[in-house]
């Protein structure tokens, strides 16, 4: 039956008419239970009451109501003429009911019902175990995205990149709806509409998408529609956001916010009422957060973000953050030659971290092999249950105690770990770039030490029970512990370095401020660390920002958020040592430009 679904909505969206929208089935004629549908009206001249805009106003709403009597409120969009459409994915087989609330009078009060058969399509993507992922039947959700470049490919292309990227395993697709720079011209017209060829041509490639199976990773806006100031003000902002989730809330999205927020001026405000509008017209929940620079860690505060975007290729920030946040991490990998970007991959795997690909790493079939064969690494690990393991040397590791572990050596040496208790494991090494495999014979001790095979770097080292994993299969629903959430070490006097950079209490804006931190403590524990230095203007309301990384340097400070010539600057250093410990302290600065 879902085969079935797949093929019916790639033809109706292959069919569509140049300039009007890829057409859903009627859910009047039936679906089945995660295949959406969509209801079509048309109103006559003379019907819709004066003053009434059929994009800026809420001309009708649908709520359709479940076998368990649950209801979901979805809003109509305006498709240009006299059309609105309404699109819904039911998520459960049975009998559904709705009712329409129109501001036209022949459509207010309409109620049927319609049938949805049984299917075993996993459902919508959300957050699970604190910082992973599951699908609405319970089960892990392995998050592989790719960016995609909606328009900017002819339909042909696109199509054939979408079936690759499927074919290679890829499980979600990442994409801009709202840009000025697509080969489709511009999402609204000069009387600040939508512009109906504009979004045919962007439902063809996201229908398509969605078809295939691929969850829709969907940034808003790119920072050319924004500079347009078409989401400036709350009554700009609401008629679009319920517009595009009227469109596409009804798929299987998780939103990505704006791109690059740290850019854009007053983003933090923006961003909370995106947030918030989400909440309002999204009746399917789906995860958010939006597109970083750096991070959108220092969004959850705010409590709309319920997952963390994150895009630098220095592995400190994802691992700081994974001990001082708790939300699940997607990194966004910024390398594109091969070497890089399988380095860049695995260390942000071994953080705890998801991946997405950009467009431009896609063009190269190394880094697709290396993406293939990830898949096929984590495909077979309790990935759900992962949690960066720290007592190893030589390498970085992510795993579950007692049941797998696996190590990243990116340079040639001798790999260590210790093992918290004795059990016997299968172990192997894996070339990342090919999926190699070079089998060890068993390992049956408290602790192992091995050199990189023939003295290359670049390496995985996988240990597993294998029997374990295949009984916890059968005995566990989803996971087998709870997740560990970290308090944060915040007294001074424990903590086991201090700030010695930027000295004193004034920093000029205008010129390179060094950083550096002096242990105080010295141990075993304390004999690597990793810093996350962020700093933020409190008056501004912009929140932090990632200011640096590492124990010295220079600051990084993002003078375009200073709205005046001087003010108070809250440095804070974020750190874990060698055995995942989290600290943090502050400073507070008076800045100056």
Known sequence: MRSFAIAFLALLASAAVPGEAASLPSCDAGTAKYSPCELRFEWNQGELPPGKSPFRDELLNVAFRGPDAKTFLIPAFWDGGRVLRVRFTPNQAGTWTYRVTSVVKRFDHHQSTFAVSDDSAPGFV??????????????????????AQ??????????????????????????????????AGKPFSSNSEPDTAYFSALDDRVLYANGLGLTLDLILADSSFLKTGAMDTPQQLDPIIRYLVARYGALNVCWQGIQHFEDQHHSRALLEQIGSLLGKYDSFGHPRSTDARQTSSMLLRDGWENYIIEASANPQLGDVERQITAAPQIHIIQGIEPNAFRHELWAATTNGEYPTMRFEASQNAANIEAMRVWFKIMSNVRHWEFEPFFDVDGARCAGLDNVEYLLYAQKPGIVEITFPEKHKYDAHWINPASGETIELKDVKQDAFSEPTPGGQGGWLLQFERTGKKASMLKSYRFESVSAPIQEIELDPAKVPFEIVEPRGHEIDAGKQAPYGVKMTRANRATRSMEYLWTGEIVAEGEGPRVIALGASGSLDFPIQLMKTKSALLNVTVSAINAVGKAYSIAKVYQISR
């Open 126 to 147: 959300a957050v699970a175990n604190v910082r992973h992922w599951w699908t609405d039947n319970k089960q892990p959700h392995l998050w592989m995205s790719a960016e």
């Open 150 to 183: 909606w328009l900017n490919l002819d339909d042909a292309s696109f199509r054939k990149w979408a079936d690759a990227r499927k074919s290679d395993g890829f499980t979600h697709i990442r994409g801009i709806l709202l840009t000025e720079n697509s080969h």
